[in-house]
């Protein structure tokens, strides 16, 4: 299970002669260049960083607005409030490649493409039936007395919200957004389709571009992977529960 | 608006539609109608907090669906706005493409391996996993990895792995002499679709592994206990006990794998493109190929309704008559809207 991975790693620190000649054997000499000079090189951060921005906002938008639509309804008895959430989990089932080509078109039209939002904002729109559906579980779990109670010391609805509803989701909140990043993270459709300039090329744009440019030099191809990996291990590790928990429930809600 | 029957009383309180809480939404009145204020009051603080959601879904979500619906009886090449109205031509077309009608085949097949073949592995490594053994937590973290990486990445890393005559597959096979069966891969029209439900194995079996985890923890250990005390083996309580009460999540798990299927792209465009001559394109490849390469909107577009159309039919066949059954989630609840 773990050799691909393995083998991408050693594979890292050979040079492309090696890998032909020595492809099992730890390399000989260890080659580093691979991945020093991808390292010191702008586009492989640039890509990074661009990634990192594109998944942060999506997560702060999706979850920011799915929390406020989730909270409506979740605990406000209003006309027509079951019929707006089966909307929005009717987008449950809506496959990101059916939109995508009015979507391009869309993002032209508003000047979008090549610009960040171009991404963030189709990500959040898609992102959020899944996470309305788990914030509004959540929501709909905390007591009602505690509201009243809120209300009768002078809360507002939204002072509620704010002040209340949110800390208590505190781990529901952290779910979905591990959820969020790692989706936007791993996207590749829809950058692929907004991004035409390198500016803002995310991680796996920028990797299959740099397959096509390297294609003889596939060392340095297995180098740029482990690299690019190592964040997406790295916050696996550390966000584990939330997002196993998250993809659990996702899965069983959704 | 309409609304079902069991809202339309306009009381203090909707009924939940699952099971789990009985949870009032709101501080009930002392009477059977709340105040007018109150309920405008309600209905406006609600309005204001859906609006940024409504807006973001509707407008690249909504929106977009219908206008591919729309552009779909065109014959359009991207610019400018559609006018060359074609009526239903682009959805006969689908019918007597070659190219279509061959991934809807490697749809029905790449669902038919994953349900012979990657879920019921998925499922053995679970039960194994289930039981108390040493290092348990990091098997779980190394199987559940691969799911984590993205496509394009896993792609890439076995587009090398699988490179005819220097990847590490055939350097394997010709170490322990079995250089003949070394081969194409990915480049090949018989392989490529093998090899590809290998990779597919490789990183999405994790992820139903884990949701079949999820579910044997919510088995009580008393059953088992009672089974055994009973005399049931271990297939026995596999077969009795464990299968009949995982039911609920394997059907899960076999509607999301069905739906990955329908929409894979990602991981086939960066290892072959759909090819070699469309030997493992998908829909979405075919939407893309017609759409970006060749800038036959109206006709992707036919695609992409078509891809909708099959995953709707699917998902709303699959839930009257399989999950039906599990009453909590939020497909279930579309029965509202029936």
Request: a positive charge.
């Amino acid at each position: 299970m773990v050799t691909p991975l393995l083998y991408a790693l050693v594979s890292g620190f050979k040079s492309t002669d090696q890998l032909s000649s020595n492809t099992f054997g730890l390399p000989h000499p260890w080659v580093t260049s691979n991945y020093t000079s991808l390292l010191g090189s702008g586009p492989f951060w640039r890509s990074v960083g661009s990634s990192t921005l594109i998944a942060v906002a999506t997560a702060l938008l999706t979850v920011g607005a799915s929390a406020l639509a989730a909270y409506a309804l979740a605990r406000f008895a209003f006309r027509g409030r079951e019929v707006l959430f089966t909307v929005f989990t009717m987008g449950l089932m809506f496959p990101f490649a059916v939109a995508i080509l009015p979507l391009f078109i869309l993002l032209r039209t508003f000047g979008l493409l090549d610009n960040p939002w171009g991404v963030i904002l189709p990500q959040a729109a898609f992102g959020l039936p899944m996470t309305i559906v788990i914030l509004r579980g959540f929501f709909r779990e905390i007591p009602g007395e505690l509201e009243e109670a809120a209300t009768l010391d002078g809360c507002s609805s939204f002072g509620f919200f704010w002040r209340i509803l949110l800390p208590l989701a505190r781990p529901a909140l952290g779910t979905v957004s591990v959820l969020a990043i790692v989706g936007s993270w791993n996207n590749f459709l829809l950058p692929l389709l907004v991004f035409s300039e390198p500016t803002w090329w995310t991680v796996p744009v920028g990797i299959q571009q740099f397959q096509g440019q390297y294609a003889s030099d596939v060392a340095r191809i297995f180098a740029y992977l482990v690299l690019a990996m190592a964040p997406a291990l790295a916050f696996y590790a550390v966000a584990e529960r939330q997002l196993i928990g998250g993809i659990t429930l996702g899965a069983t809600k959704g | 608006m309409t609304h079902s029957t069991s809202t339309s009383t306009a009381s203090t309180y909707v009924p939940d539609l699952g099971k789990s809480t009985g949870v009032t939404a709101v501080s009930p009145g002392p009477g059977p109608r709340r105040p007018v204020l109150r309920r405008v009051r309600d209905w406006f603080a609600a309005f204001v907090f859906t609006i940024p959601a409504l807006a973001l879904f509707g407008m690249l979500v909504l929106l977009p669906m219908g206008y591919a619906f729309y552009v779909s009886f065109f014959n359009w090449g991207g610019f400018g706005s559609p006018t060359d109205s074609v009526g239903f031509d682009n959805y006969t077309r689908l019918f007597q493409d070659p190219v279509f009608l061959g991934d809807l085949w490697r749809g029905v097949l790449l669902v038919a391996f994953s349900l012979v073949l990657q879920l019921p592995f998925a499922l053995a490594m679970a039960v194994l996993l289930n039981q108390r053994l040493r290092g348990r937590a990091v098997y779980r973290m190394l199987f559940f990895a691969p799911y984590i990486l993205s496509e394009v990445i896993t792609g890439v890393l076995f587009s090398m792995i699988f490179a005819p005559g220097g990847g590490l597959a055939d350097k394997v096979l010709g170490a322990v002499g079995l250089d003949g069966l070394g081969g194409l891969w990915f480049a090949g029209q018989n392989t490529v679709l093998p090899t590809l439900f290998l990779v597919m194995t490789w990183k999405y079996f994790g992820f139903h592994m884990m949701l079949y985890l999820a579910g044997l923890q919510g088995i009580p250990a008393e059953l088992h206990e009672a089974a055994r005390i009973d005399g049931a083996g271990s297939w026995q309580r596999f077969r009795h006990v464990t299968l009949p009460l995982l039911a609920p999540t394997l059907r899960i798990s076999v509607f999301l794998s069905v739906i990955g299927a329908i929409q894979l792209f990602d991981l086939v465009w960066v290892i072959s493109a759909g090819g070699p001559d469309h030997h493992s394109e998908t829909m979405v490849i075919s939407m893309f190929q017609y759409g970006f390469k060749r800038y036959q909107m109206g006709y992707a577009s036919a695609i992409s309704v078509a891809m909708f159309l099959i995953s709707l039919v699917f998902a709303l066949a699959y839930q009257r008559f399989v999950l039906r059954r599990d009453t909590e989630g939020a497909i279930t609840t579309m029965r509202a809207g029936r």
